[in-house]
């Protein structure tokens, strides 16, 4: 038997299973248990947070043989056809590649037959947004007076490209980028289930890379179980998906405090013949200069997403820095972003970004000087 992916055997079969989307799955559990069921639902938000597995959820909840119940049967013939994608009565559709008004019009032929084995016939739209306006046009009046036995379900990430008269027909359901934790706790339990040895700050790693998608942290965690093999640490983590170990970005703000030019050019130039993308090095050190300004204006570093030991070294370096210049800091990198996208040389924008916030006078001392003109002002 074929390898499949974590992120497909560990994809939720009931609305409990589904992690950080608590608003919707009541919701959904309860229409369902008061049978108030809708003819059209649309499930907006990020990429890989849930949204086509509360569709397939809902549908198999609706077509369940003792149903529709909210915990349905998934080992139930039903149930399995639709996990399968082999079910007759629930329609995945790509909208990307069925956008044309000729694939909406097939629907709206077959709409009207009944289910062969369930209750409903369940249309599921993956990524709607991408129908062509003829289309829509196509299906709003099917929405507005549908079959009793018919069920649309649309997903996509880009709701403002919906038109208001679908949304109008639609139960709105908004989907939130999962928190950090949350994929924390998720891939530590996917880690006991394989028996595989994880560090902490190496499931952070992964955690922070996904960036609230729960599909992207298990993709990249089988990624990182191919490289590595039964024991994963936070170095295996940075080799096998290129994430920068934050040991720079602390070098790089010595340099930057100590107004060391020289040793700012050596790192530059070491940076950039190590191959290292630019792009992702200015986004890592805005984020370290971001941790450094929260840990400066808090006091502490407990608000820090960060490894237990980075944390005693943000400890060590917030005393030195204040507050109005990290947030110029935070204005060169994001000014220098921008003008990175379009450089002919890139690497000049970011060795001069790294002079500029060394060269900067310290905001303490223009404080000072200001303090001492005052003082004159008010000498005789």
């Not at 995945?92 to 037959?113: F, H, P, Q, T, V």
């Not at 400890?315 to 220098?336: C, G, H, P, W």
């Not at 970011?350 to 002002?377: D, G």
């Amino acid at each position: 038997m074929s390898y499949v992916v974590i992120a497909r055997r560990y994809r939720p079969q009931q609305f409990a299973d589904i992690v950080g989307q608590e608003h919707v799955t009541r919701t959904l559990a309860n229409a369902i248990s008061n049978g108030r069921i809708g003819q059209a639902y649309i499930f907006s938000g990020p990429r890989g947070v849930g949204k086509t597995t509360a569709a397939r959820i809902l549908a198999m909840a609706l077509n369940d043989e003792n149903g529709p119940t909210p915990t349905p049967n998934i080992e139930s013939p039903i149930c399995q056809a639709i996990i399968q994608g082999k079910s007759m009565d629930v329609m995945e559709i790509d909208g990307a590649s069925n956008r044309r008004i000729e694939e909406i019009r097939n629907l709206r032929e077959n709409i009207n037959y009944a289910p062969t084995e369930g209750r409903y016939r369940v249309y599921i739209i993956d990524e709607v947004h991408m129908l062509t306006n003829e289309a829509f046009n196509a299906l709003l009046k099917t929405l507005e007076e549908p079959p009793s036995h018919a069920v649309f379900i649309f997903a996509t990430t880009e709701i403002h490209r919906v038109p208001a008269t679908i949304l109008s027909r639609c139960q709105r359901f908004d989907f939130k980028r999962i928190a950090l934790n949350t994929i924390i706790s998720h891939l530590k339990t996917i880690c006991a289930s394989e028996k595989i040895e994880i560090d902490d700050d190496a499931v952070l790693q992964i955690a922070k890379k996904a960036d609230g998608s729960m599909r992207d942290s298990q993709s990249i965690l089988d990624q990182i179980i191919s490289f590595s093999g039964q024991k994963i640490t936070l170095n295996e983590v940075e080799q096998s998906i290129g994430v920068i170990n934050q040991e720079i970005f602390f070098e790089i703000s010595d340099k930057i405090h100590g107004q060391d030019l020289k040793g700012i050019l050596l790192i530059a130039r070491e940076l950039f013949t190590s191959g290292i993308d630019l792009t992702e090095l200015m986004l890592g050190l805005e984020e370290h200069f971001r941790n450094m300004l929260v840990a400066v204006s808090m006091g502490s570093v407990e608000l820090l997403d960060v490894a237990d030991s980075f944390s005693e070294k943000y400890k060590e370096q917030m005393e030195r820095f204040d507050e109005n210049d990290l947030v110029a800091y935070l204005n060169i990198l994001s000014q220098t972003l921008a003008e990175m996208k379009w450089a002919q040389q890139p690497y000049l924008k970011f060795e001069l970004a790294l002079v500029k916030m060394a060269k900067m006078p310290a905001a303490k001392s223009i404080e000072q000087i200001l303090e001492k003109m005052a003082l004159l002002k008010k000498k005789p």
